[in-house]
């Protein structure tokens, strides 16, 4: 990611944030449009849920400019994943309903370099999420700990 890239993602979500509570029912909405075996993952609140994605959301675009500092929780948070059945296949459409939640609600806001830097953004998290909760390395080491 670019520096570019981090201005636009997080100027967009700041356009995002009065929306916010709209925009987490929609991300689940969608996500369970297109990825239905998700659906059981989510055995609470959906309200409850779509406030937790946003306040993540808020802490990780709020990190982009110094993505090391956010690693560590972005880690730990696959790892819980893991847990709860989450699978590396999953990720694809969570990113997909992402990018669907944030061209619905931000509308002409959400152009093609705000796509592109979201994606880019979205890639390089989901990459180390995937990376440290399914690789074979990452399997030995939750079972060391």
């Given at each position: ?54 306040q ?57 370099d705000?796509e ?30």
């Open positions: 990611m670019t520096p570019e890239d981090v201005d636009i993602v997080q100027s967009s979500f700041a356009t995002v944030v009065p929306i916010s509570d709209a925009a987490g029912r929609m991300f689940y909405g969608r996500l369970s449009n297109i990825a239905p075996d998700v659906r059981p993952l989510f055995r609470g609140d959906l309200d409850e849920q779509s406030r937790k994605l946003m993540m959301l808020a802490t990780v675009v709020g990190g982009l400019s110094d993505l090391e500092k956010i690693i560590p929780a972005a880690q730990k948070l696959a790892v819980r994943h893991v847990d709860y059945g989450v699978t590396a296949a999953q990720y694809e459409p969570v990113g997909e309903a992402l990018i669907w939640t944030l061209s619905e609600g931000l509308g002409d806001q959400f152009d093609a705000a592109a830097a979201w994606r880019r953004a979205y890639a390089a998290l989901s990459g180390v999420m995937i990376e440290v909760a399914y690789e074979p390395s990452a399997t030995s080491n939750q079972e060391e700990a």
